[in-house]
């Protein structure tokens, strides 16, 4: 297989994108396509929301969130699991009035429906019972070693759960070349978006695609190969 391509279980092949080949789409289907961050993240929230049904049994969720896209998708996925009355809980990076952007909106709706949010480190090696933790620190926005108390929530994150769901790519994996910078979330599922990252080749667990509504428009004007990996579902399994 091409390195830098995935597979569909039934063999169609997905071209993977770099961080910065990923920031280019985003830019050109905001810029000039017209798509708002927050209908993307709707989506990305609400497949995430999707995978965490299918793994959990009885457990209560825990949403572990950053402040950037990541944690916003994550605080999302917050909201889709409560409506759908799912004992969730969330636990921030930061005190919520150090959020900005599409994570303090986020985190805002939150606070109006009620949604425990706890931002101490300890709170979260605090939790009683058994929990499915939602890995939304981090994203392809990594920038060096991870530093704390991130680093901290990665390591009770891999220690103290049932099992880990990671939003586009596991915290503390460098989304080019998969590197480890410093420690990383070692997930049962991630759910990459749009298309799958180069750096996801080697990671733990399994790999879904899930659709966040970017028209195949925005690949071409990148020159980036693209055919519908998705049939008629919102998301696919990818194998490497
Ligand atoms: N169209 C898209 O691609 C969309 C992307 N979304 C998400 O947005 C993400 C990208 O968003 P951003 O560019 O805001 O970046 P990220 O959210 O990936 O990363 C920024 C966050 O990571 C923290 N961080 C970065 N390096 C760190 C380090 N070394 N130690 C500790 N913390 C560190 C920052 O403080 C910040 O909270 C994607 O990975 C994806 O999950 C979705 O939410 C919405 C749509
Ligand atoms: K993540």
């Not at 708002?36 to 299918?54: I, K, P």
């Not at 667990?205 to 690949?219: C, E, N, Q, S």
């Amino acid at each position: 297989m091409n390195q830098n391509s995935f597979q569909t279980r039934t063999g169609r092949s997905v071209s993977a994108v770099t961080a910065e080949e990923m920031l280019a789409v985003d830019r050109v289907a905001v810029e000039d396509v017209g798509l708002a961050l927050l209908q993307m993240m709707e989506n990305a929230g609400r497949a995430l929301a999707r995978q965490v049904h299918d793994i959990r049994d009885e457990e209560r969720v825990v949403v572990v969130a950053g402040n950037g896209g990541n944690g916003g998708g994550g605080l999302a996925c917050a909201r889709h699991l409560a409506n759908r009355d799912v004992p969730v809980q969330v636990v921030l990076d930061r005190v919520p009035r150090e959020l900005t952007g599409a994570a303090a909106h986020q985190h805002r709706i939150l606070e109006a429906m009620s949604v425990p949010v706890i931002d101490a480190a300890d709170g979260l090696s605090r939790l009683d019972g058994p929990h499915v933790a939602v890995d939304a620190l981090i994203g392809y926005g990594l920038s060096g070693e991870v530093r704390s108390p991130a680093s901290r929530y990665v390591e009770t994150m891999n220690n103290r759960f049932e099992s880990v769901v990671s939003l586009d790519v596991p915290s503390g994996i460098d989304a080019t070349t998969g590197e480890i910078l410093g420690d990383a979330v070692r997930p049962d599922r991630t759910v990459t978006l749009a298309l799958p990252k180069t750096g996801l080749a080697s990671i733990d667990g399994r790999l879904l695609l899930a659709d966040i509504g970017i028209p195949k428009t925005v690949y071409h004007r990148l020159d980036i190969e693209y055919a519908n990996p998705f049939g008629e579902h919102d998301w696919v399994e990818l194998v490497r």
